[in-house]
């Protein structure tokens, strides 16, 4: 590999790099908010959903050995 071709490459690399930012569609901020806020709404819900299995199979373990 020839040496001289490392600094071409990368220059190359980031000028095709800073090309395809431009082509790209970024959200408002108003659907940055909307969907960070979902996102977040959805991870509390799961949270929530799997913290109550953890303790309903908690409490039927605690029983289960007791008997």
């Known amino acids: 590999m020839n040496s001289e071709s490392i600094p071409a490459k ?3 690399f980031l000028k095709e790099v800073v090309l395809e930012i431009k082509k790209v569609t970024w959200p ?3 659907q940055t908010i909307r969907y ?3 996102v977040v ?3 509390v ?3 929530i959903f799997l913290g109550g299995l953890d303790a309903i199979f908690n409490l039927l ?3 289960l050995i007791s008997i």
Do not use: E, F, Y
Request: glycine share 6%.
């Open 41 to 43: 709404g959805i991870s």
């Open 61 to 63: 373990r605690q029983r």
């Open 28 to 30: 408002s901020r108003d």
């Open 45 to 47: 819900a799961v949270a």
């Open 36 to 38: 960070t806020l979902i």
């Open 10 to 12: 990368i220059s190359t």
